[in-house]
T-cell receptor
Framework: GQNIDQPTEMTATEGAIVQINCTYQ??????LFWYQQHAGEAPTFLSY????GLEEKGRFSSFLSRSKGYSYLLLKELQMKDSASYLC????????????FGRGTSLIVHP | DTEVTQTPKHLVMGMTNKKSLKCEQH?????MYWYKQKAKKPPELMFV???????INESVPSRFSPECPNSSLLNLHLHALQPEDSALYLC?????????????FGEGSWLTVV
């Protein structure tokens, strides 16, 4: 199985940068997903990392260190609409790529 | 079209009722999923269908019965549910089973068991 840990809640100011961390333990590694979920809505895919390093997609970047079992999601130029839950997900071992989710980090962006 | 469509959006049912949740996608995806999400909790995987066959059942009680009539449709039949089964039920799909690319979620069906 796998164990995923991320902070429960974070707050940040509009226009700022925020980093949401995720640590994981899994017996086999098939990559790490980040999803965004607004309240009352379905999760939407943000990123998938399988190799070490930083991947940038516009205002969002995701970093992975496999040796440390660590990832972070970096959000730049925060906007109010970025207030959401950010879910880190690591597929279980056994060749599956199906994400099973961590508890999520609720990000509150205030003016 | 990158949509996964779920109906109904809201469902209230009694503990003796039989109802079904429906999910549809027309992206040609061959893997479809049911997740359950309680308030302020992450989605939990329930079932995975791969090429219209049930490939994963995460020890879900038999009062939840999935069905995949064809590659575009996925149903979840509900019978004799308990109030603690009240949750958001999310359907999702991906191009292939074991696909490391995007899993697309529907907007979910809010289920209340009374």
């Amino acid at each position: 199985g796998q164990n995923i840990d991320q902070p429960t809640e974070m707050t940040a100011t509009e226009g700022a940068i925020v980093q949401i961390n995720c640590t994981y333990q899994t017996s086999g590694f098939n990559g790490l997903f980040w999803y965004q979920q607004h309240a009352g809505e379905a999760p939407t895919f943000l990123s998938y990392n399988v190799l070490d390093g930083l991947e940038e997609k516009g205002r969002f970047s995701s970093f992975l260190s496999r040796s440390k079992g660590y990832s972070y999601l970096l959000l730049k130029e925060l906007q109010m609409k970025d207030s959401a839950s950010y879910l880190c997900a690591v597929p279980p071992s056994g060749g599956s790529y199906i994400p099973t989710f961590g508890r999520g980090t609720s990000l509150i962006v205030h003016p | 079209d990158t949509e996964v469509t779920q109906t109904p959006k809201h469902l209230v049912m009694g503990m003796t009722n039989k109802k079904s949740l429906k999910c549809e996608q027309h992206m040609g995806h061959r893997a479809m999923y049911w997740y359950k999400q309680k308030a302020k909790k992450p989605p939990e995987l329930m079932f995975v269908y791969s090429y219209e066959k049930l490939s994963i059942n995460e020890s879900v009680p038999s009062r939840f019965s999935p069905e995949c009539p064809n590659s575009s449709l996925l149903n979840l039949h509900l019978h004799a549910l308990q109030p603690e089964d009240s949750a958001l039920y999310l359907c999702a799909s991906s191009q292939n089973p074991g696909d490391r690319n995007t899993i697309y979620f529907g907007e979910g069906s809010w289920l209340t068991v009374v």
